[in-house]
């Protein structure tokens, strides 16, 4: 669960979020990718505590007097809101919720972001569901959105997917070097994706710990998308090919766009099948 790295780190009221023992999990995609419709989806069928790094800045822009008018300018620019403000935002948001189960969604949107939110509040998340979809995509739905946000008309939509593509995607590659991101079609319809989602979230609470490894129940694993999972081989008998199972590596890969990892310490057992690394999250 979301790795607690240090326990000493305070926030302003003088409790610590480490001491929750928050998970967070990131949900990072490009503006219009769908980050917001499937946390809602996430929210209900999980539980997690929904927080909007954007949501939280124009709530902020409309009440304070010290920081509105830097962030309004910033959101119609389609810049990124310096790190101290949104992690502030964040972090009260967190202590002000009895959940230890956040999704951040639209955060970190920078290294400094992230760096700064590691190093503040001592939690690394538990992995980052990353909503892919072509700019074409996002383009159609941003505007269609109808929310009347003053960034979804065309100038501001084509500043925010160069900001993405030179900021935030370097934060996706990060994580995806430390096999974090769990990689999701975000193009196909709502119900689709959230089925997709579903599959990275449900053996995440399904999930039995076992001498440091996680049992799979065999209801969990008919559900589980066979390219997660590791060859079980019917019979005892003899392989031809000991290196032949099949990896879980279905919604994570060593870059975003493709390939997996080869670290064999990061590889399934063989030889007892339905014990799985807890790094592979079953
Ligand atoms: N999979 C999808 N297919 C079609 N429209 C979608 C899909 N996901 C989201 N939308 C719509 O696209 C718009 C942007 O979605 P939203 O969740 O607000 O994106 P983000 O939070 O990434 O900016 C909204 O109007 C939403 O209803
Ligand atoms: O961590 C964040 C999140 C959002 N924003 C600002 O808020 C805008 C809207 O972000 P949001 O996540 O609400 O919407 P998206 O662009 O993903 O649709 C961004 O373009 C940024 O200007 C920011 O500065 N830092």
Same mark, same amino acid.
């Given at each position: 669960?979301?790795?607690?790295?240090?326990?000493?780190?305070?926030?302003?009221?003088?409790?610590?979020?480490?001491?929750?023992?928050?998970?967070?999990?990131?949900?990072?995609?490009?503006?219009?990718?769908?980050?917001?419709?499937?946390?809602?989806?996430?929210?209900?069928?999980?539980?997690?505590?929904?927080?909007?790094?954007?949501?939280?800045?124009?709530?902020?822009?409309?009440?304070?007097?010290?920081?509105?008018?830097?962030?309004?300018?910033?959101?119609?620019?389609?810049?990124?809101?310096?790190?101290?403000?949104?992690?502030?935002?964040?972090?009260?948001?967190?202590?002000?919720?009895?959940?230890?189960?956040?999704?951040?969604?639209?955060?970190?949107?920078?290294e400094?972001?992230?760096?700064?939110?590691?190093?503040?509040?001592?939690?690394?998340?538990?992995?980052?569901?990353?909503?892919?979809?072509?700019?074409?995509?996002?383009?159609?739905?941003?505007?269609?959105?109808?929310?009347?946000?003053?960034?979804?008309? #065309?100038?501001?939509?084509? $500043?925010?997917? =160069?900001?993405?593509?030179e *900021?935030? /995607? %370097?934060?996706?590659?990060?994580?995806?070097?430390?096999?974090?991101v769990?990689?999701?079609?975000?193009?196909?319809?709502?119900?689709?994706?959230f089925?997709?989602?579903?599959s990275?979230?449900?053996?995440?609470?399904?999930?039995?710990?076992?001498?440091g490894? #996680?049992?799979?129940?065999? $209801?969990?694993? =008919?559900?589980?998308?066979? *390219?997660v /999972? %590791?060859?079980?081989?019917?019979?005892?008998?003899?392989?031809?090919?000991?290196?032949?199972?099949?990896?879980?590596?279905?919604?994570?890969?060593?870059?975003?766009?493709?390939?997996?990892?080869?670290?064999?310490?990061?590889?399934?057992?063989?030889?007892?099948?339905?014990?799985?690394?807890?790094?592979?999250?079953?």
């Open positions: 669960m979301g790795t607690v790295v240090d326990s000493g780190k305070k926030e302003a009221n003088g409790s610590s979020l480490s001491e929750k023992k928050a998970t967070v999990v990131f949900v990072l995609g490009g503006p219009g990718s769908g980050k917001g419709t499937q946390c809602t989806n996430i929210v209900e069928h999980f539980g997690y505590t929904h927080l909007s790094a954007g949501d939280l800045l124009r709530a902020e822009k409309e009440s304070s007097s010290e920081n509105g008018t830097m962030i309004q300018n910033m959101i119609k620019e389609g810049k990124i809101v310096p790190s101290v403000v949104t992690i502030k935002l964040l972090q009260r948001a967190m202590q002000a919720n009895n959940n230890d189960k956040f999704l951040i969604d639209g955060f970190p949107r920078n400094e972001n992230r760096a700064a939110f590691e190093s503040v509040t001592g939690i690394e998340p538990e992995f980052v569901l990353f909503l892919d979809c072509s700019e074409e995509v996002m383009e159609r739905r941003l505007l269609g959105r109808n929310q009347g946000r003053a960034d979804d008309n #065309i100038d501001t939509i084509r $500043k925010r997917f =160069k900001v993405y593509m *900021s935030t /995607l %370097p934060v996706i590659e990060y994580y995806n070097s430390k096999g974090k769990r990689k999701i079609d975000a193009e196909k319809p709502v119900e689709e994706v089925e997709a989602v579903k990275v979230f449900t053996p995440l609470h399904e999930k039995v710990h076992f001498f490894r #996680i049992l799979c129940s065999s $209801k969990t694993r =008919k559900r589980l998308p066979k *390219s /999972l %590791p060859d079980v081989p019917k019979k005892k008998k003899k392989s031809l090919s000991p290196l032949s199972a099949t990896t879980p590596q279905a919604t994570s890969s060593s870059r975003p766009d493709q390939g997996s990892t080869s670290d064999p310490a990061e590889q399934p057992s063989t030889s007892a099948p339905y014990l799985i690394p807890i790094s592979q999250r079953c």
